[in-house]
């Protein structure tokens, strides 16, 4: 589905409760984990599922209002006051024009990443179909997420380990980056991970390149 096919009339209004950068400074990559907290009781979200963000405005290049989808990095939290809080990982994206050699800011992951305590931004959503974890607990998962497309799967984890229990099929998470900085909550800023080490059916792969410094991808196979 193209992203001009989604829905975007129903939108909620949603406060930026924290924005962490969740890579280390000597990363050349910035990454923020961001939460917010929506201004309507019954926005409903599961794990795997992902909301739009809109940022309105006369942008250089793209639409007026321009959107984009985020994968919800967290289980849903309606602990605080009854509002739902939604946990976003975004990288702040730039990209070079090939044919003039301009460097351009994505519009979105840039907003979101400026963005600090109590600034507003329009959401919609939900969108997409939640992971669906097996009624058997037997079942095995095999999980491959790469850079921010771990989000859905930290979701999934904590799900299964916090709210389903006494699972005792193999969980088998291969996460590749292009170094260990930019392994997202397996790194010395947030490693959420290591609190699921300790399960038995539980194990994490992680898959580096061995040309971190090249653009091009490598075959995670090879990385491993």
């Not at 975004?90 to 979101?112: F, P, T």
């Not at 904590?158 to 900085?181: C, E, M, N, P, S």
Request: some cysteine; overall charge negative.
């Amino acid at each position: 589905m193209r992203l001009q096919d989604f829905d975007t009339g129903e939108t909620y209004t949603a406060r930026v409760l924290s924005s962490h950068r969740i890579t280390p400074g000597s990363s050349s990559e910035e990454v923020r984990e961001i939460i917010l907290e929506v201004d309507r009781e019954d926005f409903e979200y599961k794990p795997g599922q992902s909301i739009g963000v809109i940022v309105s405005g006369d942008h250089e290049l793209g639409h007026k209002h321009h959107f984009r989808l985020y994968s919800v990095a967290d289980t849903p939290d309606h602990q605080h006051g009854g509002k739902p809080r939604v946990t976003l990982c975004v990288k702040r994206c730039n990209y070079i024009d090939e044919y003039s050699g301009e460097r351009y800011q994505g519009i979105a992951s840039n907003y979101l990443c400026d963005l600090r305590e109590g600034g507003g931004v329009t959401i919609n959503g939900p969108f997409g179909i939640p992971f669906e974890v097996p009624e058997d607990k037997d079942a095995d998962l095999l999980l491959i997420g790469m850079g921010t497309g771990i989000a859905p799967f930290r979701g999934l984890i904590k799900h299964i380990y916090q709210d389903v229990r006494d699972w005792t099929g193999r969980v088998r998470l291969f996460y590749g980056a292009q170094t260990g900085l930019e392994l997202l909550y397996m790194n010395e800023e947030k490693d959420d991970f290591t609190q699921y080490y300790d399960e038995e059916t539980f194990e994490a792969f992680q898959a580096l390149s061995p040309r971190p410094h090249w653009a091009d991808p490598i075959a995670m196979d090879y990385a491993l």
